[in-house]
């Protein structure tokens, strides 16, 4: 089921503007120009290579392929989509708009479906008849044209209302889910009228084949066998599309009246990270004819590392059936699922009919609670330990003074071992006490440079380790004592980003919920999040802005570009997340990768490299085994590794010199090491007895911006 809010979520882009790659396609589409521009120069060698060897006539390869490029949404060498400059970061997405076709290869869809099924066989038997002597032939062709067009006419009639009712049925869904655009408008249209699949599309470009080349040789026999290939093949495709077209509307119509045929959730939906989670789908009255499987699949978000997938056998399905995946990864935040596609598919797989479903859910992973270790930062003559190192002394481990009892003193402080002794009554007083609880706000820095938006992919694992910093900060200094203010940015339920505040001491399931929204985002800086919260602070106590101000500020951050802070608190803290540990370790070399092919554990070794390349990688049958499946899956991470390498580098050289800029600074600054089950929190370089001044105008700043803290 799909949740009520869904906020719509920053789309990555490559910085590769799509002009570039149309100037390339069209100077230099033969040689793969447009493919050496989206940084895939293994493709565009070949390209090469095939044009310069076939003296020009291969170019038309790669000009096809430039073709396709520009229609759809071409990614570039680190997997990131290429589009029009003017659109470049300013993409958003729906989850329900995941995994949708664009505008154009929608209408692309509809009309490459129809041309290949109802168009291309008169355009092949056409062009063999133009260009082969074939007199016999020729005379019966238009009586061959009657019969083609009787045969056919029926199911492209039965294609097109399927089609027309299966879009309308899907449409009314995304009406109701307030998800109704015009891109998933006509990728609900192209979706229903696509029905081959790539064996399909094999089978009837091989049937065509057969009977060109029984034209070219007047083979009569290999043309009655291409004759009966594709009538084999139109009857699967017209019973395909009836099936799609009656049945998918009892299935679609109880969808929408009872909210769930195929009612889809996680179990449990709030979990903590690295809880085991189920994505459960439960199936009920969806019949599944003899000759056809119900398939079910799906591609849970990136960080989720899970494709769903499941297959109903031929029966009728009046009973309930539960179908269950369990996630490999379970890492902390909040997850839209994009809806399954669910389909009718033949025996044979030729053919695949979409039915109109929006089987979604959501998961909310709350950050793990680790304990924090405080490593204080080595003693020097000018600083002093700040609030993260400073002892604690509770009443029961306080120094105290003796002095002669006095009338009125608490009976209860005579010392009587000492009074013995010294002939006198004798009291114990505290030798200082207790001071009163600081008023400490810990800050979650998410802002990132714009820029970085688009690659949040690679350094989402990160933010899990400052938000259990962040909380494991904030549990420390309440069992402390302190007045404890926690603070971040997250999507409200309106779904914009804004400031939060979060009282730590009060409510820890609210922390928890705040610690699983928080994203990177690249709105408010550091400085504004601390404003906020000064304005906050100063509503509570009804007290003028100069009056108010922090005791302590701790800032959990993983910086890249020096700050520009404020000074809201008599003393500041960093906790800095190195981005060089931020990132984990390097990637594998391509070599080890293409031999842990499935992220086991293999090692590079020559046992490991036979074994690859001589067994099959999957379970025999399985798709993955397929020579272009398994080298998308290979360039998926090849993609993946490149774009790791490359922001190592801008990443460390960018938290080096945010680092170096802190250290210089007279805050206090810790290094954020996880280890394990526990964090570990490094002095780097203690407070200086100086830094107590606090900005009489904290608070202030952004008054002028004050409409979109609201």
Excluded at 624 to 631: A, W
């Amino acid at each position: 089921m799909q949740s009520s809010v869904r906020p719509r979520r920053h789309q990555p882009t490559s910085r590769i503007a799509k002009e570039s790659v149309l100037v390339a396609w069209l100077l230099l589409g033969a040689f793969g120009g447009h493919r050496f521009v989206l940084g895939g120069y293994t493709v565009g060698g070949i390209y090469t290579v095939l044009t310069l060897s076939t003296c020009f006539l291969g170019g038309i390869v790669g000009y096809v392929d430039g073709f396709f490029q520009i229609i759809g949404t071409p990614k570039d060498q680190h997997g990131l989509p290429v589009v029009w400059s003017w659109k470049r970061g300013k993409l958003t997405i729906d989850p329900l708009e995941e995994g949708t076709f664009t505008p154009a290869e929608s209408l692309l869809r509809i009309l490459g479906n129809i041309f290949l099924l109802f168009f291309l066989p008169y355009v092949v038997v056409t062009a063999g008849l133009t260009l082969f002597e074939t007199r016999e032939v020729q005379e019966t062709a238009s009586r061959f044209g009657l019969f083609t067009s009787l045969f056919l006419a029926p199911l492209f009639l039965v294609q097109l209302l399927g089609t027309v009712r299966k879009a309308r049925l899907q449409i009314g869904m995304l009406e109701k889910a307030n998800a109704s655009t015009r891109r998933t408008r006509l990728d609900a249209i192209a979706r229903a009228a696509s029905m081959l699949t790539p064996r399909g599309t094999l089978v009837l470009l091989t049937g065509l084949a057969f009977l060109v080349l029984a034209l070219a040789y007047h083979w009569a026999q290999l043309g009655v066998i291409a004759v009966l290939a594709l009538t084999a093949f139109y009857l699967v495709t017209s019973a395909s599309a009836l099936l799609s077209s009656f049945i998918v509307g009892r299935f679609s119509n109880n969808l929408l009246e009872r909210g769930a045929v195929v009612h889809r959730q996680y179990t449990p939906n709030v979990a903590r990270a690295g809880d085991p989670v189920k994505d459960v789908l439960d199936v009920k009255g969806v019949p599944v004819p003899p000759g056809f499987f119900l398939t079910v699949a799906g591609t849970l978000p990136t960080r989720l590392a899970t494709e769903v997938r499941h297959v109903l056998l031929p029966k009728s399905r009046e009973e309930r059936l539960s179908l269950a995946v369990h996630l490999e990864r379970t890492p902390r935040g909040t997850y839209d699922a994009p809806p399954l596609r669910i389909a009718f598919t033949d025996l044979l797989g030729l053919t695949s009919s979409n039915v109109a479903s929006l089987a979604t859910a959501r998961l909310r992973v709350l950050p793990a609670v680790r304990p924090a270790e405080v490593v204080a930062p080595p003693p020097t003559s000018t600083e002093e330990p700040d609030i993260l190192s400073r002892p604690h002394r509770f009443p029961t481990e306080d120094l105290f003074r003796f002095r002669e009892y006095v009338a009125g003193d608490d009976t209860r402080r005579i010392h009587w071992e000492m009074s013995l002794r010294a002939g006198r009554m004798i009291v114990r007083t505290p030798d200082s006490r207790e001071s009163s609880s600081k008023r400490v706000v810990v800050a979650l820095d998410t802002w990132v440079p714009p820029d970085w938006l688009d690659h949040t992919g690679v350094i989402d694992d990160a933010l899990d380790s400052c938000v259990e910093a962040w909380l494991a900060v904030g549990q420390r200094l309440v069992e402390q004592g302190e007045k404890v203010t926690l603070l971040l940015v997250n999507r409200a339920e309106d779904g914009t980003l804004r400031p939060e505040i979060v009282a730590a001491s009060s409510n820890h399931a609210h922390a928890l919920d705040a610690g699983a929204r928080a994203e990177w985002q690249s709105t408010f800086r550091i400085e504004d999040v601390l404003d906020y919260g000064v304005r906050g602070l100063a509503q509570d106590r009804a007290a003028p802005r100069e009056d108010v101000s922090f005791d302590n500020a701790i800032v959990v951050t993983m910086r890249l570009m020096p700050p520009n802070m404020p000074r809201v608190a008599r003393e500041t803290t960093w906790v800095v997340y190195d981005p060089n540990d931020a990132l984990g370790p390097p990637p594998r070399t391509p070599m080890e990768l293409w031999v842990d092919y499935d992220d086991t554990g293999r090692t590079l070794s020559f046992k490991e490299v036979m074994k690859r390349m001589f067994l099959l990688p999957f379970p025999v049958g399985a798709e993955e085994n397929g020579v272009l499946s398994r080298m998308k899956r290979l360039e998926g991470r090849m993609e993946d590794r490149a774009h790791r390498l490359a922001l190592r580098q801008s990443a460390v050289w960018a938290g080096r010199q945010a680092l170096n800029a802190m250290l210089a600074q007279p805050d206090a600054v810790y290094r954020l090491e996880p280890l394990g089950g526990r964090l570990r929190l490094v002095g780097m370089k203690g407070s200086a007895r100086a830094a107590r001044q606090v900005d009489v105008h904290q608070g202030q700043r952004a008054v002028g911006n004050a409409a979109r803290y609201a």
